[in-house]
């Protein structure tokens, strides 16, 4: 059984923003749900708006029941998780406020503090924290990511941190890390030796990691031009999934055993510049299309949007890293929006069959593949091959799933969001799913690499269609190397 946290105050920085409203307090509320929030754990929304304590509370009940699953939703556990809530009326720019909030925070409890804010607010916040004394040990800090836009700017953000909090204070949160799929890497790695024995280049041909998204910028063009897809998406999530599957055995499962093998492996990258980025890199701008039949505007007709912009919303990257175990496996990464199907997976590829005893029936074997499903389907997929059940002396073959699927299996079990799980750990004081700030600015070193050599190169992205898998270079991309994406 789960244990349960000890008594905190979780202060929610932000609470009636979008994040706050889409994912953390319903993720609150499931952990209440699940007895996962001691009977003392209060929560404490502060926002500029100057509500009173019932107007905040009602909009916060609006917001479970618009957010919570109706199966999910029981009027005496939401009456519960009511009174646990507290609201703060702040202005983060004015240090004085900060007053107000000591004076609602029980000094017997461990404060934590979500900042569900720009990350240029995270310096204020928290030298208000420090002013009235709460940054101290044993609180914790929890920044959402992502931090800066280069590394010049996550190392001004992070040192601003470091000024008030320990780095054993800070959560630096990534969503990804908390999905089950993700996770389960781990366990699929290093539980069963099937695939610890065979995670390396004698045995796998390739690695695809597809991080697919239906919707377009959903109204933050003005957030989104400044950021792009190679920002938004690789610098943290896809790194991070990219580290988790190349990481060597920690020796221990602990926070710091496992970000040492992650940094690693960041380390290990193989830079991409202007000597080779024409080469290993492919970037797309959706124009108008189609996408679940429904007719969507091109990236630059979009509201707000500014006609010259040659922002990405396209990537693909063949990565190398440069290890033992890794020499010779390529890595291809690819997100982007406007794709047919919201899809976030990795494909394993393994080597072919170097001898083939069935070819008067099938003239090649297809390689044995391993697919992890991270979203909508979490889950994990085997494929390989069998003989397709007649008479008859010839042998006839079909590839064939063995499929774990998640909701199926463990049907009994509700997965969880990534958010509740994150949240649980920073209540438990568990750092390893968290990401140190050593990774962060290494991830940034081999992505501002890349975007200078797009910048010097001075070529737009390439156009591709809303609903298509990206722009042509991205076929290409593995074409070249006599492969093709995983479809």
Partial sequence: MTERPKNCDFVLFGVLGDLSRRKLLPALY??????????????????????????????????????VAKGDLDDNLLDRFCKRFHYVPMDFSELSSYASLKETLQAEQTAIFYLATPPSMYATICS??????????????????????????????NQAVARYFDENQVYRIDHYLGKETVLNLLALRFANALFSSNWDNNAIDHIQITAAEQVGVEGRWGYYDDAGQLRDMVQNHLLQVLSLIAMEPPSRLDAESIREEKLKVLKALRPIDESNCQEVTVRGQYQAGFVADQRVPGYLDEDGARNNSQTETFVGLKVNIDNWRWSGVPFYLRTGKRMPEKRSEVVITFKKQLHNIFNDTTTELPPNKLVIRLQPDEGVEVQ???????????????????????????EKKRIADAYERLLLEAMQGNQYLFVHRDEVEYAW???????????????????????????????????QDGRQWDE
Avoid: C
Avoid at 389 to 410: I, Q, V, W, Y
């Fill in 30 to 67: 499931q952990l209440d749900k699940s007895g996962l929030l001691s009977s003392g754990t209060r929560i404490i929304g502060t926002a500029r708006n100057d509500l009173t304590a019932s107007e905040a509370l009602e909009r916060v009940e609006k917001t479970l029941r618009e957010f």
């Fill in 128 to 157: 208000g924290l420090e002013q009235q004394g709460l940054a101290k040990q044993p609180a914790r800090v929890i920044l959402e990511k992502p931090i800066g836009h280069n590394l010049g700017s996550s190392q001004e953000i």
């Fill in 384 to 410: 390989i091959l069998n003989k397709i059940p007649g008479l008859g002396e010839r042998m006839h073959l079909k590839a064939t799933n063995l499929d774990l699927s998640f909701n199926e299996t463990f």
């Fill in 445 to 479: 070193r081999w992505i501002d690499s890349i975007v200078a050599a797009w910048d010097n190169n001075e070529q737009p992205p390439k156009a591709y269609q809303a609903g298509t898998w990206g722009p042509v270079g991205s076929v290409s991309l593995l074409a």
